[in-house]
């Protein structure tokens, strides 16, 4: 069975700092590519970022360039989002999910919830 | 951005009656090697979102074929050919030709 449990959200202030960690069990972890995809009440679904097999390759949304940083772990099948700087419009549950190319996104965690707020 | 667009954003419907919901796409999904990278999916409240369809019209394993998908260039659009209950909750389309991916807003489909 394909598992993704993400872990780490919680209440921080802006400008403050949050990693997110996604534990994957059920699948070969280092033979996918992987994405952490959010929702906010005001913006809906949001891709945020993703990562290639090793690691050597990211993308990010133009929102959090600069600020998020996505990073994996294939001999302990994590993935991580490291969120610095954190902004209100940064609120929102925060999924991994196993990549699917075009295809979008079949198996997904159960969500980690991250409020931005003083 | 690819800007996704669906309607209507509220849809009742009675119990075994069909039901639509149109996606329009800013741009043309048609990738390079050929294949158009519309997916639909639905979330139910408190639940992730479930991936239903892929590439336009393709179902994913255990998904009625109640369910149908349909379009081509900027102009889709989810069939339920007999709402259910279990078909409540909300419906994104999102493409996957252009980075970033991006979602449309959601239909929510309720019972009447």
């Known amino acids: 069975e394909v598992r993704l449990v993400e872990s780490g959200g919680g209440l921080v202030q802006p400008g403050g700092s949050l990693r997110l960690s996604c534990a994957v069990s059920?699948?070969?972890?280092?033979?996918?590519?992987m994405s952490w995809v959010r929702q906010s009440p005001g913006k809906g679904l949001e891709w945020v970022a993703n990562?290639?097999?090793?690691?050597?390759?990211?993308h990010y949304v133009d929102s959090v360039k600069g600020r998020f940083t996505i990073s994996r772990d294939n001999a302990k099948n994590s993935l991580y989002l490291q969120m610095n700087n954190l902004r209100a419009d940064d609120t929102a549950v925060y999924y991994c999910?196993?990549?699917?190319?075009?295809?979008?996104?079949?198996?997904w965690g159960q969500g980690t919830l991250v409020t931005v707020s003083s | 951005d690819v800007v996704m667009s669906q309607s209507p954003l509220s849809l009742p419907v009675t119990l075994g009656q069909p039901a639509s919901i149109s996606c329009r796409s800013s741009?043309?999904?048609?990738?390079?090697?050929?294949?158009?990278?519309l997916t639909w999916f639905h979330q139910r409240p408190g639940q992730s979102p479930r991936r239903l369809i892929y590439?336009?019209?393709n179902r994913d394993s255990g998904v009625p074929d109640r369910l149908s998908g349909s379009g081509s260039g900027t102009d889709f659009t989810l069939k339920i050919s007999r709402v259910e209950a279990a078909d409540v909750g909300i419906y994104y389309c999102?493409?996957?030709?252009?980075?970033?991916?991006?979602f449309g807003q959601g239909t929510k489909l309720e019972i009447k």
């Open positions: 999910a196993r990549d699917g190319g075009g295809s979008g996104w079949y198996y």
């Open positions: 059920g699948f070969t972890f280092s033979t996918y590519w």
């Open positions: 990562i290639n097999l090793d690691g050597s390759e990211k």
């Open positions: 741009q043309s999904l048609v990738y390079s090697d050929g294949n158009t990278y």
């Open positions: 590439k336009v019209s």
């Open positions: 999102m493409q996957g030709t252009h980075w970033p991916h991006t």
